[in-house]
C-alpha cells in the first residue's frame, strides 16, 4: 500500500504488515541529509489517511510522528535529519511491534481516521516541506531570476540593431513585484 524514495535511491516498497493497521519498513541510510518521501500505492478506505512515524535507532524507542498521507495528498517529503541529534522519546513507547529503537532507522505508517490524524502535532524538527517552504523555495528562485535578467540590462543608446528582441527591465520588474505579492496572498494561486 505504501513506498518511500530516499533521496539518491532507488524508491522502495518493503513495508511489513505488523498488526492490521501498522506497516514499518527498516531504512538504509547512506547520508547525513535525510530526506523521505512517502507514497500511496493503493487508495486508502474512504475517510482514512496514514500518519507517517519516524524512528532513529537509540537505546529507546523515539517514534516521532512526522505528517500524513491520504487519498488527497498521496505523498509527502519530509527532512527527517534533524529527528537524529537529540531525539528523545516521545512517548510513544512501543510501536509497531518495535519496544527497541533497534539498529536502523525506521519508517512506520499507521493506518487511522482522518478526524484522529487532524489532532496529531508533528515532531517540531521533522521540516515536513509544506506551503511556507514553498513559498520560501518561489521566492529564492524569483531573486535569482531577477538578479540574472537585471545583469544584462543595457540602455536603449546600447542597444544594437540585429534580430534580438527586448523587453524593458522595468517589465520584468512589474511582474516579478506582481508575482511576490500573489504568492504572499495565496501561495496556491499557480494552480488555478
Known sequence: MFGYIIAGQLPNTNFERVSETEFL???????????VV???????PEGYG????FN??????????LGFISNNKPSAIFKAS???TGASGSGLGSMFGVSAGGSQPQLGISALKLDE?????????????????????VQTMLDNLYN???SFAVTQQQMSASSEHWVKLSTVNQWYERF???MTNNPNFWKK
Open 56 to 65: 532513529w535507532p537509540n537505546p529507546d524507542p523515539t517514534w516521532q510522528y
Open 50 to 53: 496514514g500518519a507517517i512515524y
Open 25 to 35: 519498513s527498516n531504512l538504509t541510510v547512506t547520508s547525513n541529509a535525510l530526506h
Open 180 to 182: 511576490k505579492t500573489r
Open 117 to 137: 490524524i487532524e489532532q496529531l502535532t508533528a515532531a517540531n524538527d521533522s521540516s515536513a516541506l509544506t506551503i511556507s517552504s514553498n513559498v520560501q523555495f
Open 38 to 44: 512517502v507514497f500511496v500505492t493503493e487508495p486508502f
Open 148 to 150: 540574472y535578467l537585471s
Open 82 to 84: 534533524q529527528l537524529k
